[in-house]
C-alpha cells in the first residue's frame, strides 16, 4: 500500500508538470521520427536490390539469347566472344547485398558509411569507389540521421534528467523533507519507490515505440531480435536511473542534484568519446587507404610490364594445376591466355594491400572496446548496431565474402581460359548460378 500511495502521488505531480510532460512528449516524437528514418532507409535498399536484381535479370536474358540465336556478342562489339571463358564470365551480372535487417528501424549504426551493393567483376576490390555511394553526398553527413538509436543513447538521459530533477529537492527547500521521511518510513525507499515510477512510466514507453517500430518493417519475423533490443534498451535505463538514484541520494537541493546529472551526462555523452576517440587516433591514425592506392595504380603497371617468365612463376604459384594444361605447353597460344589471367595477379596484390588497411581497423576497434569499462554510450551503441546488423563486423563480414566472390570468379575464369573451355549456353547458365551468392 506504501508504494500504491507513493505512485498515486507522484502521478499527480507528473500530470500537474508541464514541462515534464511536453518534454515526455518531444521525446516520443523524436523517437517516432527515428524510427520513421530508419524504416525508409529499410524500404529504400530493399527497393533498390529488387531494381538492382530485374537489371541483372535483364543482362542476363541478353547474353542468353546471343546462345540461342548462334550469336558471339553485340554486333556494334565484335570483339566480345560469350562463347571463351574470359566473356562469358565477363558478361555474367553477379551482385552480391548486404541485405538490410528489420532492426535497422532501431539503429541506422553504419549502414550511410558503406555501399549495400556491390557489382562483382574480375577487377573489384571490397574497398571501390562504389563501396561508398552512400556518403556521396557532404550535406547527408553534415547533417546526419537521428535514428532511435540516438535517442535512446542521448536524449533519454536528458528526459530522465527531466523527470527526477526535483525530487527530494524540493521537498528539502521547503523544509518538510523529514515529515515524509516519518510518514514514508524510510529516506532510500521513498526516493527508490518515486525513482521506480518513472523507471515504469519509461519501459512502457519504450516498449509502445518498440512494438511501433517492429510493424514498420518485419521485425517480429526475426528470431528474438525484438527482445534483444528490449533488453539493452532496459538495461541502459537501468544504467542511468542508477547514476541519477545516487545522486538524488546524496543530494543536497535541486540546483546541485541538476548541475550533477547535466555534468554526468556531459561526461559519459562526449567528453569521454571525444577524448578515446583522440586517444585512437593517435595511437593508431586513421589508414589513408595509400597501399590500396598504389596497388591499383603502380601495382597494376608493374605487373603488366614484367617479363612474361616472371608472370608465368607467380600463375603457377596461384594456380599449381595450370602447369598441366595443353595451352601451357603451347606457346602459341600462351601469351594471350597469359594476358587475360593478370587479374589474378592484379586482385592478389589488392589482397596484400587491403590486409593492411583491415589489420589497422582491427587494432581500433580493438583499442576502442579495451574502454567499454569507461566508455558506456559507444558500448551499447556497439550492441544496438550488431543487433539491428549495422555494426562495423556486418560490413566486414560483407566485404570478406566479396573478396570470396571475387577469388572464385577469376579462379573459375583463369582455370576455364587455361583448359580451353568452349562456353555455350548451358555453361553460361552454370557460370551465373555459381556466382550467385
Request: charged share 20%.
Amino acid at each position: 500500500m506504501r508504494n500504491v500511495s507513493i505512485f498515486l502521488y507522484e502521478w499527480k505531480h507528473f500530470v500537474r508538470s508541464p514541462f515534464k510532460i511536453v518534454a515526455l512528449l518531444l521525446f516520443i516524437i523524436a523517437s517516432i521520427y527515428g524510427l520513421q528514418n530508419g524504416a525508409d532507409l529499410y524500404e529504400k535498399q530493399n527497393a533498390e536490390i529488387e531494381r538492382i536484381n530485374k537489371e541483372a535479370k535483364t543482362e542476363k536474358e541478353t547474353v542468353v539469347a546471343y546462345f540461342e540465336n548462334n550469336k558471339k556478342g553485340p554486333e556494334n562489339r565484335p570483339w566480345v566472344d560469350v562463347t571463351t571463358p574470359f566473356w562469358a564470365i565477363w558478361s555474367t551480372p553477379t551482385y552480391h547485398f548486404k541485405k538490410p535487417s528489420p532492426a535497422i528501424v532501431y539503429s541506422i549504426g553504419q549502414t550511410e558509411h558503406y555501399g549495400f551493393y556491390k557489382a562483382i567483376g574480375t577487377s573489384s576490390s571490397p574497398y571501390d569507389a562504389d563501396m561508398a555511394k552512400e556518403i556521396a553526398n557532404p550535406e547527408r553527413i553534415q547533417s546526419g540521421t537521428l535514428d532511435f538509436s540516438f535517442v535512446i543513447l542521448y536524449l533519454l538521459p536528458l528526459l530522465l534528467l527531466v523527470l527526477l530533477y526535483n525530487i527530494k529537492g524540493r521537498e528539502a527547500e521547503h523544509g518538510f523533507l523529514p515529515l515524509v521521511f516519518v510518514q514514508t518510513g524510510s529516506k532510500n525507499w521513498w526516493i527508490l519507490s518515486r525513482t521506480a515510477f518513472y523507471t515504469l512510466l519509461l519501459l512502457f514507453i519504450l516498449l509502445g515505440l518498440l512494438i511501433y517500430g517492429a510493424m514498420l518493417t518485419t521485425v517480429f519475423n526475426t528470431e528474438n531480435v525484438f527482445w534483444q533490443v528490449f533488453l539493452w534498451v532496459s538495461i541502459y535505463l537501468l544504467f542511468w536511473i542508477i547514476i541519477y538514484f545516487l545522486i538524488l541520494k546524496f543530494g543536497k537541493n535541486t540546483v546541485s542534484n541538476t548541475l550533477q546529472m547535466i555534468g554526468v551526462w556531459l561526461l559519459f555523452a562526449f567528453i569521454v568519446p571525444a577524448a578515446v576517440q583522440q586517444w585512437v587516433s593517435i595511437e593508431r591514425p586513421t589508414n589513408l587507404m595509400v597501399d590500396i592506392i598504389d596497388a591499383k595504380r603502380d601495382k597494376t603497371d608493374e605487373i603488366y610490364d614484367q617479363p612474361n617468365a616472371l608472370t608465368n612463376e607467380q600463375l603457377y604459384k596461384l594456380y599449381p594445376n595450370l602447369k598441366q594444361t595443353e595451352v601451357a605447353k603451347d606457346t602459341s597460344r600462351i601469351k594471350n591466355v597469359r594476358r587475360n589471367s593478370i587479374t589474378a595477379l592484379i586482385n592478389n596484390a589488392m589482397k596484400q594491400a587491403t590486409a593492411k588497411v583491415e589489420e589497422d581497423n582491427r587494432y581500433r576497434n580493438e583499442l576502442i572496446t579495451q574502454t567499454y569499462w569507461f566508455n558506456p554510450l559507444t558500448y551499447f551503441q556497439n550492441k544496438f548496431n550488431h543487433v539491428s546488423q549495422t555494426h562495423y563486423d556486418d560490413y566486414q563480414a560483407y566485404r570478406d565474402n566479396i573478396q570470396d566472390l571475387i577469388d572464385k570468379r577469376i579462379e573459375i575464369m583463369v582455370l576455364d581460359i587455361w583448359n580451353d573451355v568452349k562456353v555455350d549456353k548451358v555453361k553460361y547458365l552454370e557460370y551465373n548460378k555459381t556466382f550467385k551468392k
